[in-house]
């Protein structure tokens, strides 16, 4: 079946979105794993760090549902879902939408600048929310390094070092990732610290490998450092293809803003010949 997608990115941090609000029941296009996995690749599909996936909602304007491009799922993506509210306000002309995904409703919102902020939703930092596989401190993880970890509604596992350039991302990312610590893998972050309102982030995304950005490994980010007492509220965070906004009050919510731009809409045939 052809499905309609839009390529879109924030900061060269890429995704797709496939829309299948009002989808009639009995022709529904069901997307699993191996159609995600045949999607994402890059070399003989479209290629993208996440897919988001719309459905009809009650209490919502959509329902978003991610996906890794190795086929996992994940519950949570601030680049997509920066680019879904983005899409949904562009159809409306509203300045605000509510999306509902796995971390629950989030209030996404655009400013005069276009910049798209989204509720990101209140940080786990218990062991057994991240999760870790035993008991430990998530401020100071029994690895080297004591990295700090907290879930975003995926795990974050955050280094903070004191020199970015030396550190081998695709090496010491998959190690981590995969560590018998996770029982579920986990994102992993490398950040130099430039002032308590500016990192300089690095990251090793679970399930993706080494994206420009990702709206969740920087608010993870954000909230473990602002937990160390290393940053204040706000923080603007420098990835690899440009900046995002994080805020967090240590206790509520936390707020992620950042601009996103469109690509291209094309249909996926999945193999078939295209029409001519």
Do not use: Y
């Not at 936390?254 to 469109?262: R, T």
Request: aromatic letters at 6%; one cysteine or more.
């Amino acid at each position: 079946m052809p499905i309609r997608f839009q390529k879109m990115n924030a900061n060269g941090d890429d995704f797709v979105i496939v829309d299948l609000r009002g989808q009639d029941p009995e022709q529904a296009l069901t997307i699993n794993r191996d159609l995600v996995r045949r999607m994402g690749d890059r070399h003989n599909g479209i290629g993208f760090n996440q897919l988001a996936v719309l459905s009809d909602c009650d209490d919502a304007a959509a329902r978003v549902a991610f996906w890794n491009p190795d086929g996992s799922t994940l519950d949570t993506c601030g680049s997509a879902t920066r680019g879904v509210a983005w899409k949904l306000m562009q159809e409306t002309g509203a300045a605000s939408v509510v999306l509902r995904t796995n971390r629950g409703r989030l209030l996404c919102s655009h400013d005069a600048h276009g910049l798209i902020t989204v509720e990101m939703g209140v940080p786990r930092v218990g062991w057994q929310d991240v999760p870790v596989a035993e008991e430990a401190d998530t401020l100071a993880l029994p690895l080297p390094g004591a990295p700090a970890a907290c879930s975003m509604g995926n795990p974050h596992c955050t280094f903070f070092v004191d020199d970015l350039d030396s550190i081998d991302v695709e090496a010491l990312g998959p190690a981590i990732e995969t560590h018998p610590l996770f029982p579920l893998k986990t994102n992993v972050h490398f950040v130099r610290v430039v002032s308590r309102t500016h990192i300089r982030l690095r990251i090793w995304e679970r399930g993706g490998g080494v994206p420009l950005g990702s709206g969740s490994c920087s608010c993870g980010a954000v909230v473990n450092g602002i937990r160390r007492g290393l940053l204040d509220a706000t923080v603007r965070v420098e990835c690899d293809g440009g900046d995002v906004t994080v805020q967090w009050d240590g206790a509520g919510s936390v707020f992620l803003s950042g601009p996103v731009a469109f690509g291209f809409s094309a249909v996926w045939v999945d193999g078939e010949q295209p029409a001519t």
